[in-house]
């Protein structure tokens, strides 16, 4: 019963994750839907500023608390709603906040943790006892897994929560920043194509060039890969076989 009690907020939370991916909301947030209601939205947030703001990182909060997939999609709106600089600002807010609350829901839920930890825990495990540090700022910033994912390891592995933190916003802001780009981007160039899409709308530098550095990122745990057996390689080069005469 304790432990079900301990689990508890995460189950609520995978519940309420549950409801929001199947209630649809996600399509309604898409670059098409924001352009073909737009100026219904540029009124409801000029009538409603302060509210359409916290309403905005209330969702996005919910959204990165529960770990479902396509949160790309709220912060791009974020992006198209209220422009990069805002967009992004709000969007760093409702990111911190839902990966706090997830993590303090998922270390509750683990305690000290098990035995048996998953195969994703059990790999970085290594690495983040040797250098807690570089390796939890290496997973906010590289790309190598979901970010709810990633944020559910690191409770396990009983990362201390300032380092979580600054690490998390760090990383998590600097991924965010271009996809609340690609959203401001794309509002402007759907709103010139009057709702267009094709080819032509991915040539508007104001969408190309996020998309560009996000291709980058998700490069970059390949990138390190490589880099990592060489330096293993050059460290320990293969010893010639000697057969006998």
């Known amino acids: ?3 079900l009690r301990a689990a508890l907020p995460l189950i609520l939370l995978v519940i309420a994750g549950i409801v929001l991916f199947s209630s649809g909301l996600l399509d309604r947030l898409h670059p098409e839907q924001l352009v073909t209601h737009q100026t219904q939205l540029r009124a409801n947030i000029a009538d409603a500023p ?3 703001r916290l309403a905005y990182i209330g969702l996005l909060t919910l959204a ?3 770990g479902i997939p396509g949160t790309v999609i709220i912060i791009m709106a974020g992006g198209f709603a209220f422009g990069a ?3 992004s600002i709000y969007s760093s807010i409702g990111l911190t906040l839902g990966t706090l609350i997830l993590f303090l829901a998922s270390r509750y839920a683990f ?5 048996h930890p998953p195969a994703l825990v059990d790999k970085l495990h290594h690495g983040f006892e040797r250098h807690p540090t570089a390796y939890t700022m290496f997973l906010r910033f590289v790309p190598v897994a979901p970010f709810g994912l990633v944020t559910v ?4 592995l009983r990362c201390p929560l300032w380092l979580f933190m600054g690490a998390s916003w760090l990383g998590g802001t600097v991924s ?3 996809e609340t780009s690609i959203g401001a981007g794309l509002g402007e160039a759907l709103a010139r194509s009057h709702g267009h899409f094709g080819f032509s709308l991915l040539m508007q530098r104001a969408v190309w060039l996020p998309l560009s550095a996000i291709g980058v990122l998700a490069l970059l745990p390949l990138l390190v890969e490589r880099l990592s057996r060489y330096r293993r390689e050059k460290a320990h080069p293969p010893q010639p076989e000697h057969t006998d005469p």
């Not at 390891?153 to 396990?156: E, I, Y």
């Open 1 to 3: 019963m304790s432990r």
């Open 50 to 52: 302060w509210l359409s």
């Open 64 to 66: 990165m608390s529960t």
């Open 85 to 87: 600089v805002e967009g």
């Open 111 to 115: 305690g000290t943790g098990s035995k």
């Open 153 to 156: 390891a690191l409770a396990w």
């Open 176 to 178: 965010l920043i271009f």
